[in-house]
């Protein structure tokens, strides 16, 4: 499928932040999002790949947005926050937000949407409502989705084998896109955390153990027509 370049959104640092979006309009789109965290490489890189299959592959015909780097200057920096120290994914204007942060690496900014990123973010959202948003992290490899998504995260655990969890119970994400993008939009999202790199995690074993999943979510069309 076709996608074109939308205009760039801009980070802190002035650095170009792409945005695609496929040739097929529609009323909502899915998106795909990577490294809203900056040093997330492994989520990234999957970001990367499925851009990478959907531009090439003739299976696919759908409305999806993707922004595979959010964070760019994390990206380049090898930081979880972005340009002004500000964790991105703490910063979202959810009713949840509040200016404290139990650490120095979750600094929620100095007020809900700060941040340029997440101003670009929200502004394709509003251009392009999401109905679905995939967003690609790195921690322990875990499928956490909010709002109304189980049947993705199962359909991709029966292939990767990741635990699900519906909310981080003992981790509270005030002013995450998992709160906003429900809140917001009534999109459903699903923080799709991939395992770290390590003496037996590569970029390319994340990818593999993850592409056939990802792929049939896609040609099986279970990603536009999946059901609470
Ligand atoms: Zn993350």
């Known amino acids: 499928m076709k ?11 002035g650095e170009k932040i792409p945005a695609y979006k ?9 998106y795909i999002l990577g490294a809203v965290h900056g040093d997330e ?8 790949k499925l851009h990478e299959w959907l531009g090439e592959t003739n299976e696919v015909d759908m409305p999806i947005v993707i922004v595979p780097v959010v964070n760019v200057d994390g990206y380049k920096a090898g930081t979880r926050v972005n340009g002004n120290g500000v964790d991105l994914n703490r910063n979202l204007p959810s009713a949840q937000w509040t200016p404290e942060a139990r650490e120095a690496k979750y600094f929620p900014g100095t007020a809900p949407l700060s941040e340029p990123e997440n101003k670009f973010l929200v502004e394709l959202f509003n251009k392009y409502p999401p109905k679905f948003i995939l967003s690609f992290h790195s921690w322990y490899p875990v499928i956490n989705y909010n709002g109304a998504c189980k049947e993705i995260a199962d359909f991709l655990a029966s292939y990767n084998k990741y635990p699900i969890e519906a909310d981080f119970l003992t981790h509270p994400t005030p002013g995450s896109l998992g709160e906003f993008g429900p809140q917001e939009f009534k999109s459903p999202v699903l923080t799709f955390e991939c395992p770290v790199l390590s003496d037996t995690v590569t970029l390319e074993s994340v990818w593999k153990e993850n592409e056939e999943g990802f792929k049939k979510l896609f040609t099986t069309k279970i990603i536009e027509t999946f059901k609470a």
């Open 41 to 48: 490489v492994e989520g990234a890189h999957l970001a990367l």
């Open 22 to 30: 496929s040739e097929k309009s529609a009323d909502k789109y899915i």
């Open 3 to 13: 996608f074109t370049e939308l205009p760039h959104g801009t980070s802190v640092k």
